[in-house]
């Protein structure tokens, strides 16, 4: 059965996400009714490229199925201690054509961590490429067909950058890989065979 995380992405902008909470503008991501605050989840700690940070991110609950979510900001992604940010520049360096050592040396991380996240996303290249390529088309529908050709990861990862940027064409900017975990609804890396919500 696959892993569904209590848990919303949410964007950068802390005092937005509360006003959207309060006004009901946050949907259950199970029933789509609104959310309601529910204090506060336990604190955690993000490695970020700059170094660790302490979130605390929001809980709520909903207003009809009484499920509890965490809000987590975009720049995490759903059950991973490193941020959206430094697990993109792990893709980014591999379709660059660096091995999983050399990228952990430069980024300063543990090389079976890289290569675990390498193999996570190559398995999942195919529905990641899927995934963000419905998401480009939703952001712009006066794209053309994407034409793959650089190998599954790249592929992938040249959908994420389609995507994203029908989305800062559309609304605005903002950094890449937390607009990734924004459109993967923070299951970019997910364990699951069905990882990713619907694109609305
Ligand atoms: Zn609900």
Do not use: Y
């Amino acid at each position: 059965m696959p892993e569904v995380a209590p848990m919303l992405i949410v964007g950068l902008d802390e005092e937005q996400v509360e006003r959207d909470l309060l006004s009901g503008r946050l949907a259950c991501p199970a029933c789509r009714s609104p959310l309601s605050p529910w204090g506060s989840a336990r604190p955690r700690v993000i490695r970020l490229a700059a170094g660790p940070r302490t979130l605390c991110p929001r809980r709520s609950r909903c207003r009809s199925c009484d499920t509890t979510h965490v809000l987590l900001p975009s720049l995490c992604l759903a059950r991973r201690r490193d941020a959206a940010a430094v697990i993109g520049a792990v893709i980014e360096a591999k379709v660059a054509g660096a091995g999983h050592r050399p990228i952990a040396k430069r980024l300063g991380l543990p090389s079976d961590t890289v290569r675990g996240w390498l193999r996570r996303f190559r398995a999942r290249a195919g529905d990641i490429r899927m995934h963000f390529t419905r998401w480009a088309a939703a952001l712009d529908p006066e794209l053309g067909p994407i034409t793959p050709g650089g190998g599954e990861v790249a592929d992938a990862l040249e959908a994420i950058a389609i995507a994203v940027r029908g989305r800062v064409l559309r609304f605005g900017p903002g950094a890449v890989w937390a607009i990734a975990s924004e459109l993967s609804g923070g299951l970019l890396l997910a364990n699951t065979s069905c990882p990713f919500s619907a694109v609305r």
